[in-house]
């Protein structure tokens, strides 16, 4: 997930290096990062028929729960936008019409991620302990609202795009993004990576639930949170996507493993086994013994039954995949190449979806974890 690790999977793709834009007088106006730096984002002007349509893209990178972790994190790239490099745009967001066949030539905004909640905080006070800014909301509001204005986009098609951290970030903020773009004739959302289960059936749900909940608490995202969700459960609870997706006005598409590698590694407890007999699985799954592989499976099962109970909707794209992988987009392979279901690449399922040429709900058939990279 890390942002180097982006920069280096783009170069591929993309002909010229863009160079990054700090908001204007943003730290004057608080929009800033943890540590304080500005909030920042690189653009890419659309060009030809693309002029009037916008891609916005949200990256991942984890959260932070707690003063310790934050802190530590305001000294990286995750909580810091000082010195930020150039970047190349690759695959959705390349301008190359090969690679990005439906949105090569579309005006695109990559918001750097410095917040660690998932661009969901909006702390007024600063903690004079640390000087920890919790100010990832305005980050999300300022960079769409800057582009738009300085470059006077008629906005007549938009997609918020999201990986991981950022996968959620693009749920829980969808609707919002729809607000934008009110005269728009299709505006939709992205998640890649972001459906992040609470599954109570599954070993380690309470450590789960602690976890996001002591998000919640320490960034104050309680009244942030969707109010269908908060109206009828526990705020600590409503950073899950079981708990709001089916709330979700604005149409959404889901891009997930069913053996989602980070769930499975980080957040998924380890089974009665010997611990390095599991560690060595997690990183080579040809390593696996019958049980483990089993484990496994008990995760694909709770992940598609969640999606299962959260019902079907006909404006709802899915492509799911057993590939054992976290994160799908940024990677050029994975975007135009592999996986496929149903002779559907990535690019194509959420090319016809968003432009309604068909109704798109992929699942893997496949009931044990595949090795997708051939680096596990």
């Excluded at 695959?91 to 690679?99: A, D, P, Q, Y």
Aim: charged share 20%; net charge negative.
């Amino acid at each position: 997930m890390a942002r180097v690790f982006v920069l280096v999977l783009f170069l591929i793709s993309t002909t010229a290096a863009i160079n990054v834009t700090y908001i204007e007088n943003a730290v004057a106006r608080g929009i800033v990062c943890l540590d304080g730096s500005p909030g920042a984002y690189y653009y890419d002007r659309g060009f030809g028929e693309g002029v009037n349509n916008l891609m916005v893209y949200l990256t991942g990178g984890g959260w932070c729960e707690n003063k310790q972790n934050c802190l530590k994190r305001s000294n990286t790239a995750y909580g810091s936008n000082k010195n930020a490099p150039s970047q190349y745009f690759g695959t959705f967001l390349s301008s190359n019409e090969t690679i990005n066949p439906d949105f090569y030539n579309w005006n695109k905004i990559s918001i750097l991620y410095c917040d660690g909640a998932s661009f969901m905080a909006d702390v007024e006070a600063v903690d004079p302990e640390t000087n920890l800014h919790l100010r990832g909301a305005r980050i999300f509001r300022a960079a769409i609202e800057e582009v738009i204005a300085t470059e006077m986009l008629d906005v007549t098609n938009a997609i918020l795009v999201g990986t991981s951290a950022g996968g959620l970030a693009t749920m829980l903020n969808c609707d919002r993004f729809r607000s934008f773009f009110p005269d728009a004739c299709n505006v939709k959302c992205v998640s890649d990576s972001g459906f992040f289960i609470d599954a109570k059936c599954l070993p380690g749900a309470e450590k789960r639930e602690s976890y996001y909940s002591d998000v919640i608490a320490f960034h104050e995202l309680a009244d942030a949170l969707p109010t269908s969700c908060t109206s009828r459960i526990n705020s600590s609870f409503c950073l899950f996507p079981e708990n709001f997706i089916g709330d979700i006005q604005t149409p959404l598409f889901v891009l997930n493993s069913a053996f989602d590698k980070f769930q499975i590694s980080n957040k998924l407890q380890s089974p009665p086994v010997n611990y390095s007999s599991w560690s060595s699985c997690l990183h080579n799954i040809s390593t696996c013994t019958a049980y483990e592989l089993q484990y496994m499976k008990e995760f694909r099962a709770a992940f598609l039954s969640i999606l299962n109970d959260v019902g079907y909707n006909p404006s709802t794209g899915m492509f799911i995949s057993s590939c054992y992988i976290h994160d799908f987009i940024y990677k050029n392979n994975k975007w135009s190449i592999s996986p496929m279901l149903e002779n559907e690449t990535i690019a194509k399922a959420i090319g016809d979806w968003f432009f309604d040429r068909c109704q798109v709900c992929l699942i893997d058939k496949v009931d044990t974890p595949i090795d997708c990279d051939g680096d596990n």
